[in-house]
């Protein structure tokens, strides 16, 4: 450090020894972590947090802090050879807020600060623009009247439009005059709206704005905010104050916006916009077209090589696609800001890929760089390309609208909220097409599958609640009229009436006459296939994809499931014989040995060809349960229970167990089914049933595999000794947290009230989504088992796969798991991840 | 809430009918938290207006008949005239439209995300963005809470919006941030949009799109 008073609240960001977040605030950390690198970072200094804890404490600024302030600023004055509030090269700044953790409240950041008289004279006369210093002018004083001092409203804006509109020769008028004659107009404005003006003096400005910031770390809002997150009161934030550099000085000089990778696609090339003598608010303001990011490759193939480099060294030290916020002034390339990058789920699956196979990224990194939510999303229902092209080829797209929530989805049309949810009610899928949508249409909007407005664009209500609660939505279909009066549309030609097929597309905005056929993404997507290969080959778990037909069998192979599990109950179910099986027990109520050789015969049938299906994968197989709350409306329960109470426990009717176990044997031996099968019994909680059940198979003559489902505490904890009878024991671990809980699993499976519950805070732990160390007690007796014998343990998850809970288990060592159809592929990557994490 | 003295019944019947008819299904509960109105007063007006056939009763339900729309206009017209002939109400109704587009496009961000010329769908996985985001709502909120107070020194009932939106966003602070845009709930969206309807028909305005 160069001499004079020992700095003790504010530093250059390139005479920091360590990025530490807690004193320098995330973005301050960052930028002095950037500018060690090397990176090109406008220069600047940070204030530390320890100054807003002195605020804190004084309720005040720190007495000497300005001092210190204002001699930075003369060091920055020098080092870049620029004057804060004069010229000829004026010195602006940029001042931001910066905690260690982001919160709400806090205040945004001020630009283009220290603008006066000369540093605006200077600045006209640096760009050969005296619109653009008046432009600066306008931007500067709104945002700190905004930000500093708390104005509400647009009067700046307005009244600075209405002066400039006045003013003719912009160009060739005196900058000076004009900047007193608009700074007064803008005050005017200001002074109406909250009593008091904007500063002139730079470094009052510079003042102002830190204090700003220092006292917006006590807003209501962040107060809360903190205090509901745990985070402590005197974290407190810092403050960055970095040199402003102009895309619009000199030549060459641009500004842009690019990503490290195609964040659309995923394809490994520099994506993004430049515009050439633009200053970066224009870019972000959408006010002026930039260029693909080419022209500046075009223009200057040495500045966008170094940009080119300086992207591929940032996504090395981050392992992440990068947004990079770029200046060039005057042929010198700035980074003003290096963010992870938003990305679409396919460009997520495939650069996830590339690092994987890039030697200098780690496998739990580039898992780690896509979420199970986004495999969903590419697996999400679309439609058939083959037959969106058909159907264009064909006349059918009825007209190109706006896209407003994404969705690829069919149904009859409805032009009234009411009759939409009429009509949903008898299980038809609605598509709802309203000239726009207001609040008295929510009924309606929440039955269908997809909304069709006339008017509105992507910010209408319409939009806003489709996204909202998930609905595909086209929006601003001007082609389209409706009559509602006679339950018809019309579009040029065609007239449709209520009831006829259309499909929309909730991202394109296209909309078709008929009903386009549904497919699944990821089957065509090569990448997500690679990507879990390499998931699959680091976690070495077996997975189980539910199903209840033959036909479904072939798509949870196709997802990567290495078995498929079923029930004896839905499979027959499915094919409409388990009426024949409880008109056994209707038929045979008062026997004393029931003969149940018609369930044995059914269930040989129909596991027959499931079994082929299967050629040689692992099938899990339970049997009927009579208890479940889904089995309970579908069977009568009540009913049937009331004359067969016996069934209300597992092996209460041991012939009918057996029946189904001989079943299976015997649909083994037909189909010559090379690989194991598993039957199992639910809620069995006792060593002395697991023994019951071997006894059972043994009488049956069965050459399978046999055991116990358990979905008790009492279960888990034996499950030591229930192991010794059996070759399988599955866990279902939604009932194993109810139990926990207390919760029973109808509340437990649906959304509501639990949600609702869990958002108030009443539950610490969301046990649909989260395993906290109160299940260890059950899940350490399961683990044991996986450990010691060799019992085959299981897990069954219901819903939507967990990534936390995954990781749980998979440290507790379970690498078998049973899951819905939909959440093999999504398992897949869970487990993927959990398992590069451990090694 | 605090309200000015001297109000008559019509009062309670046109702030119960504007109520609605904004909410098309609402329980007297509903009302009366939308007009901040106590509830036998509501439930009052309510069995009046059925009388009148503006509203249906059904299960505690009131849903507007027919003519509850070009009934309610023309209250609105009668009774809000003094505000729509005060020349400063055009201004501040344009004040409204521009706050109006910034409101939509911060809950736009706050549900998808720009991805180059895409939008994705917002994960809330990222805390620095959604932070952003809801303090530009915030700020927003403010703004059209000057609104409202300016309103309400003519037509009291504005004075419940802004409420509503504290409370809404007391909910947002604590983490339930279904109270940004979800229609379930009185969310900021929601009380938003019915402001919107209720100015527009005050003032005897058609939406813009």
């Not at chain 1, 997520?348 to 199970?372: H, I, K, Q, T």
Request: hydrophobic share 40%; net charge negative; charged share 25%.
């Amino acid at each position: 450090m160069t001499g004079g008073p020992r700095a003790r609240y504010v530093h250059f960001l390139d005479e920091v020894d360590q990025p530490d977040a807690h004193l320098l605030g995330g973005k301050g950390a960052g930028l002095v972590r950037m500018t060690a690198q090397g990176l090109p970072i406008p220069p600047g200094v940070v204030i530390t947090t320890e100054a807003c804890r002195q605020f804190m404490r004084e309720g005040g600024v720190p007495a000497d802090l300005f001092d210190e302030v204002d001699r930075n600023i003369e060091r920055l004055e020098h080092r870049l050879d620029r004057r804060f509030g004069g010229g000829p090269t004026p010195l602006l700044v940029s001042v931001r807020s910066g905690a260690a953790v982001s919160m709400p409240g806090m205040m945004d950041t001020i630009l283009n600060l220290g603008l006066n008289r000369d540093a605006a004279v200077a600045l006209a006369q640096a760009s050969g623009s005296v619109s653009f210093m008046l432009d600066v002018l306008v931007r500067f004083h709104r945002m700190y009247a905004e930000i500093a001092l708390g104005a509400m409203d647009e009067f700046i804006g307005d009244a600075a439009e209405e002066f400039l509109a006045g003013i003719s020769n912009v160009e060739s008028s005196d900058p000076g005059r004009l900047f007193d004659r608009l700074w007064r107009v803008c005050d005017e404005a200001l002074e109406f709206d909250v009593g008091t003006t904007v500063p002139l003096d730079p470094h009052e400005q510079l003042h102002g704005a830190i204090e700003a910031v220092l006292r917006s770390w006590q807003t209501p809002r962040a107060v809360t905010y903190r205090d509901y997150h745990k985070i402590p009161h005197d974290l407190g934030t810092a403050v960055v104050v970095q040199s402003m550099v102009f895309g619009n000085l000199g030549h060459p000089s641009g500004t842009g916006v690019a990503f490290t990778r195609n964040p659309v696609t995923g394809s490994p090339t520099l994506y993004g916009e430049y515009l050439e003598g633009g200053q970066g608010e224009d870019v972000v303001a959408g006010t002026v077209d930039p260029q693909p990011i080419n022209d500046l490759a075009d223009r200057h193939p040495e500045l966008f090589s170094q940009l080119q480099r300086l992207s591929n060294e940032l996504e090395r030290t981050h392992h992440d696609i990068l947004d990079i916020e770029f200046t060039i002034e005057r042929g010198d390339l700035y980074l003003l800001q290096v963010r992870s990058a938003k990305r679409t789920a396919e460009a997520a699956v495939r650069v996830a890929g590339d690092f994987v196979n890039d030697a200098e990224m780690d496998l739990a990194g580039a898992l780690g760089s896509v979420s199970v939510d986004q495999v969903r999303q590419i697996e999400r229902a679309r439609f058939d390309e083959d037959a969106v092209a058909h159907a264009r080829a064909e006349g059918q797209l009825l007209t190109t609208a706006v896209g407003a929530s994404p969705g690829e989805v069919h149904g009859v049309l409805v032009v009234d909220a009411d009759r939409a949810v009429e009509r949903a009610a008898t299980g038809e899928s609605v598509i709802l097409a309203r000239p726009t949508t207001s609040p008295v249409d929510l009924h309606g909007m929440l039955a269908s599958q997809g909304i069709l407005t006339v008017k509105g664009g992507t910010t209408s209500h319409a939009a806003v609640v489709a996204r909202a609660v998930g609905k595909a939505c086209v929006v601003g279909c001007g082609a389209i009229q409706i009559d509602e009066e006679h339950h018809r549309l019309t579009c040029g030609e065609r007239t449709l009436a209520e009831g006829d097929e259309i499909s929309i597309d909730g991202s394109t905005g296209e909309v078709f006459l008929g009903a386009l056929p549904i497919t699944h993404g990821a089957a065509s997507s090569p990448d997500l296939a690679v990507l879990l290969e390499q998931a699959d080959a680091v976690a070495n778990c077996s997975i189980m994809g539910r199903v209840t037909t033959v036909e479904q069998v072939q798509g949870v192979l196709e997802r990567g499931a290495t078995g498929v599990a079923t029930s004896v109950g839905h499979v027959l179910t499915t094919t409409g014989d388990l009426d024949a099986v409880i008109e056994v027990f209707n038929a045979q109520r008062d026997a004393r040995r029931p003969d149940f050789r018609v369930v044995r015969r059914l269930v040989a049938e129909q596991f027959g060809p499931l079994l082929a299906a299967a050629r040689k994968v692992d099938v899990g197989i339970r049997t009927i349960d009579f208890l479940s709350s889904e089995a309970g409306e579908l069977l009568q329960q009540t009913e049937l229970l009331n004359h067969h109470p016996r069934l209300a426990v597992p092996l209460g009717i041991p012939e009918f167990v057996g029946a189904q176990i001989a079943g299976v044997g015997d649909a083994i031996s037909a189909a010559g089914f090379p690989g194991r099968a598993y039957v199992s019994v639910r809620h069995v909680s006792d060593p002395k049933e697991a023994s019951a059940i071997r006894d059972i198979a043994a009488e049956s003559g069965v050459d399978g595999s046999v055991g116990v489902y358990v979905t008790s505490p009492r279960g888990a904890l034996l499950a030591p000794e229930l192991a010794r009878y059996g070759d399988v024991l599955w866990v279902q671990l939604s009932q194993l947290q109810a139990a926990m809980f207390g919760l029973s699993s109808r509340e437990y499976l649906s959304g509501e009230p639990l949600d609702d519950y869990v958002r108030r805070g009443m539950l610490t732990t969301d046990p649909r989504t989260a395993l906290d160390e109160t299940m260890d007690v059950m899940l350490i007796p399961l683990a044991k088992v996986v450990r010691d014998t060799d019992c085959t343990v299981g897990m069954r998850l219901s819903g939507d796969v967990s990534e936390q809970i995954v990781d749980k288990l998979y440290a507790h060592g379970f690498r078998l798991y049973a899951v819905d159809a939909a959440e093999v592929r999504p398992l897949r990557l869970a487990l993927g991840k959990a398992a590069a994490t451990a090694s | 809430m605090e309200r000015a003295t001297g109000f008559s019944l019509d009062d309670a019947h046109f702030e119960v009918l504007n109520a609605i008819v904004l909410k098309k299904f609402a329980s007297a509960a509903m009302v009366a938290d939308a007009t901040g109105r106590p509830l036998p007063e509501v439930e009052q007006a309510m069995a009046a207006l059925e009388a009148d056939g503006s509203v249906m009763l059904a299960n505690g339900q009131a849903m507007p008949t027919d003519v509850a729309e070009g009934q309610l206009a023309q209250l609105a017209a009668e009774r809000c005239a003094a505000l729509r002939a005060d020349p400063g109400v055009e201004r501040l109704h344009d004040r409204f439209e521009k706050l109006n587009r910034s409101f939509l496009q911060a809950l736009t961000d706050w549900q998808q995300m720009p991805v180059g010329d895409r939008k994705v769908q917002n994960d809330h996985s990222d805390p620095a963005y959604d932070a952003e985001v809801i303090s530009r709502v915030s700020q927003l909120v403010d703004r059209l809470g000057r609104i409202c107070d300016e309103l309400a020194a003519t037509e009291p009932r504005f004075a419940r919006y802004r409420e509503r939106l504290t409370s809404a966003f007391a909910r947002i602070d604590v983490g339930e941030t279904d109270y940004v845009s979800s229609p379930m709930v009185d969310s900021v969206h929601n009380i938003w949009f019915e402001f919107h309807e209720d100015l527009l028909r005050t003032l005897g305005k058609e939406r813009e799109e």
